[in-house]
């Protein structure tokens, strides 16, 4: 992360937290934040070497926890893996940095 990321980080969890609120699913989310993002690809999922990479730990529960649902809105192709709790309106940020590997991107 880079102080240029700054305001674009900012600016997501600012829309995150807007649309969290009044959301109950991931498609409100999308609607009522007006960001995009998406799950990883069933390929991606589907190859331990590289699901095993979407699994961070949970800030409450101190486990291990997928988190597949990612913004791509940020300079440099860099990633933020979220989790969304629609039962206590909460995001949880699991990752924010370089995009990680994937089936058809593997670096």
Do not use: W
């Not at 959301?23 to 999308?30: F, N």
């Amino acid at each position: 992360m880079t102080l240029d990321d700054l305001p674009k980080i900012i600016e997501v969890l600012t829309k995150l937290n807007s649309g969290i609120c009044l959301s109950s699913d991931l498609e409100a989310l999308k609607l009522h934040s007006g960001l995009t993002f998406s799950g990883e690809s069933k390929p991606t999922m589907a190859r331990d070497k590289y699901a095993r990479q979407r699994y961070f730990k949970h800030p409450v529960s101190g486990n291990r926890t997928l988190f597949e649902q990612h913004l791509k809105s940020f300079p440099d192709a860099k990633r933020m893996h979220f989790l969304a709790d629609f039962s206590s309106n909460k995001i949880c940020i699991g990752y924010f940095g370089p995009h990680l590997p994937t089936t058809n991107f593997p670096t």
